[in-house]
């Protein structure tokens, strides 16, 4: 891999990207740098965080709305998106994962990677209804 100078846009939207725990789109990345960094562009966000994709530093979690919702966690995690709200969350998952990837594996499957997410209305959507 080549060496890339320091970038302190770069540097920037990593940070904007694993400083939250909201899964941003690259759109959120950039209403959140513009008022510090006033020359960021769109598409510089755009091309870091295919950049950090590439790299393997942060993951596509899914698509909201048309927009990429990235995480800075990049472990297997289960997540949850709210219908209404639009939210990505991370929840916690009591299957046993490494249980399903032995069996897969006895049964010739070879697995490198998983995502699990799930669909439906989050809590806080859930109390303004009732």
């Known amino acids: ?28 990345v950039y209403d959140k740098l513009k008022p510090e960094i006033p020359d960021l562009s769109l598409g510089t966000v755009y091309r870091n965080i295919a950049l950090f994709k590439d790299e393997g530093k942060v993951s596509v979690i899914c698509n909201v709305n048309g927009e990429e919702r990235i995480d800075g966690n990049t472990e297997p995690h289960p997540h ?3 219908n209404k709200c639009k939210a990505v969350i991370d929840v916690e998952d009591n299957q046993n994962a490494d249980d399903l990837k032995s069996q897969l594996a006895e049964e010739g499957f070879k697995v490198e990677n998983r995502f699990v997410i799930y669909y439906g209305i989050c809590p806080k959507c859930s109390a303004e209804v009732h």
């Open 80 to 82: 949850f998106v709210c």
């Open 1 to 28: 891999m080549a060496k890339r100078n320091f970038s302190s846009k770069r540097n920037a939207i990593y940070n904007a990207v694993c400083g939250t725990d909201t899964h941003p789109s690259a759109r959120w």
